[in-house]
């Protein structure tokens, strides 16, 4: 338990200055970062308790926020994102998710692929909408929303697979 | 009593959830009004501290641009000097020192640049220990950069001019003609003058300087030069595209400039308007 507890800190505070440092200044094609914070949304324990994790991803968005003075923009996308997360897991990994302790790494490649596709879509689209704060620039946020969404799942399956455990 | 109990405790999650989302948007609002963003800037020690760290290393690996950048700015500087010995007039140069009027010029580093959002921010290694406070205009050797929003002891942070809610004065270098300076959010290099009058004479190239209606940035100070031009829908009005003689996205030492007689020219405006 307390692994868990000390490898989730870690994760946290290393994404947020990984996220901060360097995939900010990016800025691939002018505009795509990839926004990898998302993977201590995804990789939090399935079964913890949902109240502390709504609150910590709320903490991991604000964190951000700050860094990049933009307000609370990341704060609502991860806590969007952390509050579907319970029926996204269900949609994706079917009912069983919630009896059984099952591990992201074991799990079939094209549930893994859902879960993650649509945890990244949904919360660069809270994202960039709210960045851009306007109706007008729908079709700016969806263009954003997709690049950046490309580029933060590989980024993810990447780094799923170049740190996962191999257990048997 | 109990039912209500019991529905609180059913529902924390989602309570939480619209409490902590509530929270969120209002710190969105708050970031796009200006000058009200009070909460979360990284104008504070802990996001600042990391900045600076990081950009002591970054800095370092620009060293040598960073050197031609002064050495340019010191050759200007020599020319003007050696004019003013030569003759009596001196000429108005496209330089950041040609003004008129009390100005004080602070250094400063920029330790985060961001340029890829619709509302772009820097932060600078100096506050207010060293001078620096809310609306004094930032600028490098080569054009203008922005206005200080926010400070702390130690740390401030700039509205870049790469920003939807910078408006700055400008004008055209060989008329008087000014207009608004804005940025669109698409390129960090191009920014629009708008509401020029179709009266104005435009040339592609022509150079773009600060105009003297404002009292942040003192008149004169190259901008970037013309790179296209349409009217807009009444036709009346001229969308200028501008390059920007500064390289947004490549910031190392900036100038902070404070206006010695703001206050006093503020106080003016303010016993005529209440007049």
Known sequence: ?168 | MQQIFNFLIRNKNSILFLFLFVVSVFLTIQNHSFHKSRFVSSANSITGGVYSWSSNINTYLHLDEYNERLLEENNKLRNIISNINDSISVEKQLDSTSFEGDYLFRTARVINNNFAKIDNYLTLNRGENSGIKQEYGVITSQGIVGIVDRVNNEYSRVISILNSRSRINAQLSNTNHFGSLVWDGKNPNIVQLIDVPRQAPLKKGDTIITGGRSLIFPEGLPIGSIKDFTLDQTQSYYTINIKLFNDMTNIGYVYVIENVNKDAIEELQDTTNEQ
């Open chain 1, 1 to 168: 338990m307390n692994s868990k507890l000390f490898s989730n800190i870690a994760r946290f505070v290393i994404l947020v200055f990984l996220q901060v440092l360097i995939l900010n200044n990016i800025n691939f094609a002018g505009y795509v970062n990839p926004y990898l914070y998302v993977l201590f949304i995804l990789l939090y324990p399935f079964a913890g308790n949902q109240s502390l994790f709504l609150f910590l991803s709320f903490l991991l968005g604000i964190s951000i926020d700050v860094f990049e003075d933009s307000g609370g923009i990341n704060a609502a996308a991860c806590l969007v994102a952390a509050f579907v997360r319970p029926n996204l897991l269900r949609f994706s990994f079917g009912i069983s998710y919630d009896h059984q302790n099952i591990r992201l790494a074991n799990t079939p490649f094209g549930a893994k692929l859902s879960y993650i596709l649509i945890m990244v879509l949904l919360h660069h689209f809270v994202l960039f909408s709210l960045e851009m704060f306007s109706l007008n620039h729908i079709l700016l946020i969806l263009k954003k929303t997709l690049f950046s969404s490309i580029f933060t799942v590989i980024l993810t399956l990447l780094s799923l697979t170049l740190f996962s455990k191999k257990y048997r």
